[in-house]
């Protein structure tokens, strides 16, 4: 290969990575790419433009939408703003999901919280119908003021769980160690806001105060889905292929930056990992030493 064809090279592979920290807005609106679970028109409110969605939850209805596509590895994001103020018992889920059943499902779920309190995000895998795998952590930042950034980057070796761009959480592929791992079954995006008061804000401790009621979880930028659309259900697109930029071999594995990022999450502000809930698991699960990053 010459030294013009590596320059193209190396230039497609920075590309590829911009796309992958920054997205790009290619225009889709939330119309073209999602479906709501409301028709009333008031609890899934989107703006005449379509670029920007509100879910809305009142002591009368939940609600949420989906999307159209379904994905099988990429990059999936999407920028949200959470309720403000008091939030208690509430759940803002967002999330990709298989059908059921023994599905696959990689979620967010943002963990209402009292005025004052940091919010909560918890993240959780399931393979294969098994789940069990949550971590928590606390936002450094209030995510209630302006938009900020979740998203997923997801190929066959690995899963990133992002904020604004950085890494807060790792996830490998263990099938060698005869743990199930999301790599067969395509997955569409979703989003909920619920009551969840039975045990999201300090184990149901503090209910949903519906006076403070509705409450609402803005969204937008719906053109970052950046993933391998599955038609018919027919994979071998996505599985069978190495041109997609998430499958090059600078996202197979994390380098010492994300490393030290994903460190610094968890020693500042993780406050829950089911690698250390001894009560749950006895023997801590087989996956869990190859899911923290080494320097």
């Known amino acids: 290969m010459g030294i013009l064809e590596l320059k193209t090279v190396a230039q497609a592979m920075l590309a590829a990575l911009c796309l992958a920290m920054v997205g790009v807005t290619y225009g889709a609106t939330f119309t073209e790419q999602f479906s709501t679970f ?3 028109g008031y609890h899934v409110q989107v703006s005449p433009d379509g670029n920007e969605a509100k879910i809305v939850l009142d002591q009368y209805a939940a609600s949420g939408f989906g999307s159209k596509q379904q994905f099988l590895f990429g990059n999936i994001t999407m920028k949200i703003k959470l309720v403000p103020g008091d939030s208690a018992g509430t759940v ?13 499902e990689l979620d967010f779920e943002f963990l209402g919280n009292t005025s004052g309190d940091p919010y909560i995000l918890q993240t959780n895998v399931f393979a294969n119908g098994i789940g069990g795998r949550e971590q928590r952590i606390n936002l450094w930042f209030d995510p209630t003021t302006e938009y900020h950034t979740y998203g997923v980057l997801w190929n066959q070796k690995q899963i990133i769980f992002t904020v604004d761009n950085k890494p807060i959480r790792l996830y490998k592929n263990s099938r060698d160690l005869g743990i199930a791992y999301p790599n067969s079954k395509p997955m569409g995006l979703y989003a909920s806001l619920w009551n969840g008061d039975s045990w999201a804000t300090q184990g149901g401790l503090v209910k949903t105060n519906w006076t403070h009621a509705p409450f609402i979880v803005s969204f937008k930028d719906f053109s970052s889905l950046d993933g391998c659309v599955v038609t018919d259900n027919n994979i071998s697109p996505c599985t069978a292929t190495t041109t997609h930029w998430w499958e090059a071999s600078a996202f197979q594995t994390i380098d010492r930056h994300q490393a030290e990022q994903i460190l610094w999450v968890k020693e500042n502000y993780e406050v829950y ?11 801590e699960p087989s996956e869990c030493a190859r899911n923290v990053p080494q320097l």
């Open 38 to 40: 409301s028709s009333d």
């Open 92 to 104: 803002t889920a967002y999330y990709l999901s298989s059908d059921q059943p023994a599905h696959d």
């Open 273 to 283: 990992d089911y690698c250390k809930d001894t009560k749950r698991y006895p023997t």
